[in-house]
């Protein structure tokens, strides 16, 4: 089974910086590689699939980039509704789907 | 717009049953893969089952296999989550995900949870 590892695990910034968050695979993958967003009491959004493609009214501050084992979401300037709990997710042969183990923004 | 509105949980001593369901809306529900995907307090995210567009395959993970039973009824819209002899480390919030026909399948739409304690 493919095991995806993101960090760091926490990220503590301030509005207006960029963040970088990764996230590995233990072995190389397709692009299918999602990203997404979890705020407390919201439904989780999708931001980003196949590895770079942002979902439908996602702001362009938010971009995907990587492929093989390396990914990595990119948030080039933070806004205070950014800070959550991000996953990242792959999705090999159909119905096989693993989450990253989540990486937590928090505000500085 | 896309409506997932999941409904059934509470409090569930081990060993007792529980269904979930998830009513949609905003789509034409018979054309896409659904998902429960939970969250155990303080946890990430784990897949729990998925059903296909027509219901004739349905996938389990393992933690679950043989316990949870993931069902639809398109006529109605309706999704559900069948939950068998559950155990405390089910206890989670369970979301009910639509699966994107597009590459990749990402998840492209989720309800808002329905909270589920096992507890004796």
């Known amino acids: 089974d493919i095991v995806l590892t993101q960090s760091p695990a926490t990220l503590s910034l301030s509005p207006g910086e960029r963040a970088t968050l990764s996230c590995r695979a233990s072995q190389s993958l397709t692009t299918y590689l999602a990203w997404y967003q979890v705020k407390p009491g919201q439904a989780p959004r999708l931001l980003i699939s196949d590895a770079s493609n942002r979902a439908a009214g996602i702001p362009d501050r938010f971009s995907g980039s990587g492929s093989g084992t390396d990914f990595t979401l990119t948030i080039s300037s933070l806004e205070p509704e950014d800070f959550a709990v991000y996953y990242c997710q792959e999705r090999g042969y159909w119905p096989s789907l693993t989450f990253g183990q989540g990486t937590r923004l928090d505000m500085k | 717009q896309v409506q997932l509105v999941e409904s059934g949980g509470g409090v569930v001593q081990p060993g007792r049953s529980l269904r979930l369901s998830c009513a949609v809306s905003g789509f034409t529900f018979s054309d896409y893969a659904m998902h429960w995907v939970r969250q155990a307090p303080g946890k990430g995210l784990e897949w729990v089952a998925v059903?296909?567009?027509?219901?004739?395959?349905?996938y389990y993970a393992d933690s679950v296999k043989g316990r949870f039973i993931i069902s639809r009824d398109n006529s109605k819209n309706l999704v559900q989550l069948q939950m068998n002899t559950p155990r405390s480390d089910d206890t989670a919030l369970y979301y009910c995900v639509r699966e994107d026909d597009s590459s990749g399948g990402p998840l492209d739409h989720w309800g808002q949870g329905t909270l589920v304690i096992v507890s004796s």
């Open positions: 059903i296909s567009d027509d219901g004739n395959k349905k």
